[in-house]
């Protein structure tokens, strides 16, 4: 059965497959340049949960199997496209006729990445090649000369390759990182919902003079800083304290919640939504946009659930061909998704929140008849329903 069939009709199944067997349904089997095969292959990494394209990477190293080299080189490419890249995806095999990269990482307005992918048996690097890539590819105006050479390896120990990189005349070209490193990059990321966390993470990728780490520090401050903004405002109390005071939710509870609200709204879209950071996710090709806040159950029959909605969240959002801010209840097997044109016509009736340098608006729901929950547009004392954008969470 084709790979691409498959992960649509029995995606968990899929997903308890080793990387050799993916790879073994993907077209014919054998995976070469522009084939179906590795058309297919890519598709799937594009959709593939973060935590399995982990493991696949992993496998690569563990249990050397017929090109898997090929895979690692797409994987490491996908990992980039979770950084955010626009990804080039390299040729396999070089040909006397194309420049043999194995990737290129773009991000608008910041100099291009030249990804080389090289196993754990690579002990050196032919230096003067990376650069020649380079050079070539200045020729053909693909990359600017600010560009840069990423070497990703699998292995961790890499002091003989970073004394290579470090004495010879491309120091200041040339980029190390291990497969972890790259896996704990993107974790972080994911983590973060700070674009400027993840503006920090790809500077990182990027020669610089370390001498003075302030660099890495900010990569540090940043993300903590952003984890912690959010996990204070998702237990932030709306109105009267002492009325809504309630015990914490754990974040681990608040982010499966979630994830089981984003998954069971996919089935009803009949997409793909990968994880972009904490609360956002988008399709692989990036049209399709979610953003999904929790709320634990308060203590007030006319106010039961409150969220917190960002700008940032709505520019997220505003960037794709179709938008959700998805509501979901702690208590509740099932969510609402707000259109964001419902959002960008009704969120200036929110009351809003502006102090310490970040502003939020309040998106607050309230009890209709029976059990069912309506929205409350503060400004205009009204209220709406939810029960047009209601879906459960057992929806096949």
């Known amino acids: 059965m084709p790979l ?3 992960w649509k009709s029995n995606r968990q199944e899929v997903l308890k497959l080793n990387i050799e067997q993916i790879v073994s349904n993907a077209g014919d089997g054998n995976l070469r340049d522009n084939n179906v095969c590795s058309e297919e292959l890519r598709q799937f990494f594009k959709a593939c949960p973060s935590d399995h394209l982990f493991r696949h990477v992993r496998h690569c190293f563990e249990s050397s199997f017929e090109k898997s080299g090929l895979v690692l080189q797409d994987i490491v490419n996908e990992l980039g496209r979770r950084l955010d890249f626009e990804v080039e995806n390299g040729l396999y095999q070089g040909k006397s006729t194309s420049i043999g ?5 773009r991000v608008k307005e910041e ?13 050196t690097i032919p230096l003067d090649k990376l650069a020649a890539y380079k050079d070539k590819l200045m020729g053909s105006n693909r990359v600017s000369r600010d560009a840069s050479v990423l070497i990703v390896v699998g292995r961790e120990d890499t002091g003989a390759l970073e004394a290579q990189v470090r004495g010879s005349r491309y120091a200041w070209e040339m980029r190390l990182i291990s497969v972890e490193g790259l896996i704990k990059l993107v974790q972080i990321k994911e983590k973060s919902d700070d674009p400027g966390s993840l503006l920090q993470i790809r500077q990182l ?9 302030d660099r890495i520090i900010d990569v540090i401050f940043t993300t903590a800083a952003d984890v912690e903004s959010q996990q204070v405002t998702e237990r932030e109390l709306p109105a009267d304290e002492d009325t809504y005071r309630q015990t914490r939710t754990e974040p681990e509870l608040l982010n499966a919640k979630r994830q089981q609200a984003v998954d069971a709204f996919a089935r009803v879209q009949g997409q793909e939504l990968v994880k972009r950071s904490r609360t956002l996710y988008w399709s692989p090709d990036k049209d399709l946009r979610v953003c999904c806040a929790v709320s634990k159950k308060y203590e007030k029959d006319y106010q039961p659930y409150w969220y917190a909605y960002y700008p940032k969240w709505d520019d997220f959002l505003a960037g794709g061909k179709e938008g959700y801010f998805i509501l979901c209840c702690m208590d509740r097997d099932e969510g609402f998704a707000l259109p964001f044109r419902w959002l960008t016509k009704n969120k200036t009736n929110f009351n ?3 102090r310490d340098g970040r502003s939020y608006w309040h998106v607050a729901l309230t009890t209709l008849q029976g059990d069912k929950l309506g929205i409350t547009v503060a400004k205009l004392g009204s209220k709406t329903s939810l029960e047009p954008y209601r879906f459960s969470f057992s929806t096949q």
């Open 4 to 6: 691409l069939s498959f």
């Open 101 to 105: 990269f194995d990737g290129i990482w």
């Open 111 to 123: 100099p291009a990445l030249i990804v080389e992918v090289k196993t754990t048996d690579y002990v």
């Open 205 to 213: 990728l990027r020669p610089f003079e370390y001498t003075k780490i």
């Open 352 to 354: 809003m929140t502006e």
